[in-house]
């Protein structure tokens, strides 16, 4: 099962690192994405990585702002996410895909298992 953690309340501007980690599933053996849910809106595909981390993908609205990485030793995977806005206001989800590569342009390519996330509030 995926976990993501990490969320809180932060300033707009401010920054967080956002982590997924997994029980009984190894992160390496697929791609991971991360997907977010403000109340009232549809979930959104942010950003995405390869079972490797040598290719990575984001959404126009985060591009720049928040950047991806893993530790397949620590079977973890990061979000780092910097200048945020009152628009980033979400809960945060980590998912699986049932592929090893990410595809451009489509942060949320093959993504289908996610456990619970985590609560992101920008103040602005």
């Known amino acids: 099962q995926l976990q993501a953690s990490g969320g809180g309340l932060v300033q707009a501007g401010g920054s967080l690192r956002l982590s997924c980690t997994a029980s009984?599933?190894?992160?390496?053996?697929?791609?991971i994405g991360w997907f977010r849910q403000a109340p009232g809106k549809e979930r959104e595909y942010i950003s995405a990585?390869?079972?490797?981390?040598?290719?990575?993908v984001y959404a126009d609205s985060v591009e720049g702002r928040f950047t991806i990485s893993r530790d397949n030793a620590k079977n973890t995977v990061y979000l780092q996410m910097i200048s945020l806005k009152a628009d980033d206001t979400a809960v945060y989800y980590c998912?699986?895909?049932?592929?090893?590569?990410?595809?451009?342009?489509?942060?949320?390519?093959?993504?289908?298992?996610w456990g619970k996330g985590t609560l992101v509030t920008v103040s602005s």
């Open positions: 998912a699986a895909s049932k592929y090893s590569g990410v595809l451009a342009g489509n942060p949320g390519y093959g993504m289908n298992s």
């Open positions: 009984g599933f190894a992160l390496d053996s697929s791609a």
């Open positions: 990585i390869s079972r490797g981390g040598g290719s990575t």
